[in-house]
T-cell receptor
Framework: KAGVTQTPRYLIKTRGQQVTLSCSPI?????VSWYQQTPGQGLQFLFE???????NKGNFPGRFSGRQFSNSRSEMNVSTLELGDSALYLC????????????????FGQGTRLTVV | AQSVTQLDSQVPVFEEAPVELRCNYS??????LFWYVQYPNQGLQLLLK??????LVKGINGFEAEFNKSQTSFHLRKPSVHISDTAEYFC??????????????FGQGTELSVKP
């Protein structure tokens, strides 16, 4: 079974631009979560999608958005990039969501490293 | 609010020595606890998890962790480390949000450095 695939692996963007990151979950997994990892803030939850619906959202500005397609693939978009958005963005897939998700394993992709200059 | 505290940001240790990476959590409800490992330029890989039952949990690569409810701790241990264990380790707790979805709350990470 293929793992979680994130593309691209590396990105360099200029302040003010926008960026779209992609995540393909493990086959059969319907929940996709996004996390931002920075040296200062550590790993922080961005949002979760399940069956094309956003289930919950972390404490990030509206510049961060996402969506999920019918095949469970998810995209994350960041508009009007700021230097502070430079980070490793990780996607995690799970079989389910809701209360049954709490005790199931989340499988992580290798991440997309975004550098904003 | 739930939180996770990893008490050591860096742990240097010699090869074949034992190691313990400490993790404390705060939660007023039942918890599900996880340890993940991150190698350089990689994503996170699950080492082990505590859901219920036996408080001693065995994971991959010879790691184990003990859930201690009274001390709200979930320390990770390995009796003899290898150079290849050099990585960053994250303790996490699973949080349900208003019965919809869920998220992992991570500690700040512990950088394990194994020296020859």
């Amino acid at each position: 079974k293929a793992g979680v695939t994130q593309t691209p692996r590396y990105l360099i963007k200029t302040r003010g631009q926008q960026v779209t990151l992609s995540c393909s979950p493990i086959s059969g997994h319907r929940s996709v979560s996004w996390y931002q990892q920075t040296p200062g803030q550590g790993l922080q939850f961005l949002f979760e999608y399940f069956s094309e619906t956003q289930r919950n959202k972390g404490n990030f500005p509206g510049r961060f958005s996402g969506r999920q397609f019918s095949n469970s693939r998810s995209e994350m978009n960041v508009s009007t990039l700021e230097l502070g958005d430079s980070a490793l963005y990780l996607c995690a897939s799970s079989e389910t969501t809701g209360i049954t998700k709490m005790n199931t394993e989340a499988f992580f992709g290798q991440g997309t490293r975004l550098t904003v200059v | 609010a739930q939180s996770v505290t990893q008490l050591d940001s860096q742990v240097p240790v010699f090869e074949e020595a034992p190691v313990e990476l400490r993790c404390n959590y705060s939660s007023s409800v039942s918890v599900y606890l996880f340890w993940y490992v991150q190698y350089p330029n990689q994503g996170l890989q699950l080492l082990l998890k505590y859901l219920s039952g036996s408080t001693l949990v065995k994971g991959i690569n010879g790691f184990e962790a003990e859930f201690n409810k009274s001390q709200t701790s979930f320390h990770l241990r390995k009796p003899s480390v290898h150079i290849s264990d050099t990585a960053e380790y994250f303790c996490a707790v699973s949080l349900m949000i208003y019965n919809q979805g869920g998220k992992l709350i991570f500690g700040q990470g512990t950088e394990l450095s194994v020296k020859p």
